[in-house]
């Protein structure tokens, strides 16, 4: 994993229905490591701290009053998670397999990147990509 210690760095909270008990997705999926965890009182997850090939991101339950809702309940994402990887194919194979929805296929684009785009089980929508010129 990549030492963020004291450098500046991005790391989204995705939100997700019920906690965060429903990891495994992003772990067989896209190959995340879980590298920690807060708990709740009732011992369900609150927050799940995770890294995807040293990018890390949160899982965080929903919170209404806060209104930091899935993107199902608002019926759309406001963001694309952009992803950089060694081996595109491989990423979007495996979420595929593990029940993400393929919305674009992995192609080259003429801007020098390999990309393809697909939607986790929770709504999200990852742009998965590597530069190759």
Not at 19 to 33: E, L, P, R, S, T
Not at 38 to 58: T, Y
Not at 77 to 94: C, K, P, Y
Not at 96 to 113: F, R, S
Request: proline fraction near 4%.
């Amino acid at each position: 994993m990549k030492d963020h210690k004291n450098k500046t760095f991005f790391a989204p909270q995705l939100f997700i229905k019920s906690g965060c008990h429903n990891i495994d997705f992003y772990i067989k999926g896209m190959g995340a490591v879980e590298l920690r965890r807060w708990s709740n009182d009732d011992g369900s997850i609150h927050v799940a701290e995770l890294s995807i090939e040293g990018c890390i991101f949160h899982l965080h339950e929903e919170n209404p009053d806060k209104g930091q809702l899935e993107p199902l309940k608002n019926k759309g994402v406001t963001d694309l998670i952009g992803l950089f990887v060694e081996d595109v194919d491989r990423v979007i194979n495996t979420a595929v397999n593990a029940g993400a929805e393929l919305i674009n296929p992995t192609q080259d684009y003429d801007y020098g990147y390999r990309q393809g785009e697909i939607k986790d089980p929770f709504g999200h929508v990852w742009l998965i990509q590597k530069k190759i010129s």
